[in-house]
């Protein structure tokens, strides 16, 4: 139940959110189908995954696009287990998209109450394409909310913001530079903890379908200790609208994750095209 709420009109929000959500995606459907959408269409895909940076650019508008994976973390001896890490993401005009993150299913993951088994919460945001500046900088800005779907020991149990702010940079034809801000606001046995996070990445184009790249990330709660994350990883593109992706990783924190490992698989479709 959210804190200082009935459990009743609690357990109606998640109803409510999707209905906005559909509402939303209906009405920014029929804004794309007013955009003169598929002229990008042919455009190679970029993901948000596997990194913890976010891409800088939007989707093509009217593209439909959705970034699925599993993940294996070590931590204090103990394994752990989260998929299918569903991303949904709609372009809604040549600089927007919608993005809906579908709940994860966790299997043996640490919470305040010890290991735990169920689904996580649901996250509703979009993001807005700034760049590319002057300085041939890529940049977006990212808000979004999670709504507390979970299963009571994953579940935050809270409305929880976050905003991103994703960037990225060509060195030459086959290097990028890349690295990403970002604000969240976690609710943790009932009480917000403010986090900031950021990461930055090299990536190396090694053929036209294959990239190799290495990231490290970094997140601040306001209370607990820092968590630093060195990953490597590669992905391939078998066409120009799917991405297959490979990384692990390891911690460099006391409380950051002993060990990681993933895998993933991403697709692109054109679903609305300008007459």
């Known amino acids: 139940m959210i804190l200082g709420m009935p459990r009743s009109a609690a357990a109606l929000l998640p109803c409510v959110a999707m209905a906005l959500l559909f509402c939303a995606m209906g009405g920014l459907a029929l804004n794309a189908r007013a955009q003169k959408c598929g002229s990008d269409a042919q455009s190679s895909i970029a993901t948000d995954r596997p990194q913890v940076t976010s891409s800088s650019i939007v989707v093509p508008c009217g593209s439909l696009q959705f970034e699925n994976g599993m993940e294996g973390t070590a931590s204090g001896g103990q394994w752990g287990l989260d998929l299918p890490e569903t991303a949904v993401r709609f372009g809604v005009a040549h600089r927007t998209e919608l993005r809906l993150a579908v709940p994860d299913y966790f299997y043996n993951a640490a919470t305040a109450s010890g290991f735990a088994n169920g689904a996580g919460d649901l996250s509703l945001g979009f993001k807005e394409q700034l760049g590319p500046t002057r300085g041939k900088f890529d940049v977006s800005l990212i808000p979004s909310v999670s709504f507390p779907t979970g299963a009571d020991l994953i579940s935050s149990h809270g409305y929880d913001p976050t905003v991103q702010l994703p960037w990225s940079r060509g060195l030459s034809q086959n290097w990028t530079i890349a690295g990403m801000f970002s604000l969240m606001w976690p609710t943790e046995e009932g009480r917000r903890n403010l986090t900031g996070q950021s990461s930055m990445y090299f990536d ?10 290495v990231e490290y ?7 607990g200790g820092p968590q630093h994350l ?3 990883g590669m992905s391939y593109k078998p066409s120009p609208h799917q991405q297959l992706d490979f990384h692990c990783g390891f911690g460099l924190s006391a409380a950051a994750a002993d060990h990681v490992i993933g895998a993933g698989y991403s697709v692109r479709f054109q679903v609305i095209r300008s007459k």
């Open 217 to 223: 990330s970094g997140s601040f709660p306001q209370r």
């Open 204 to 213: 190396r184009q090694l053929t036209r379908p294959l990239d190799a790249w």
């Open 230 to 232: 060195i990953d490597f």
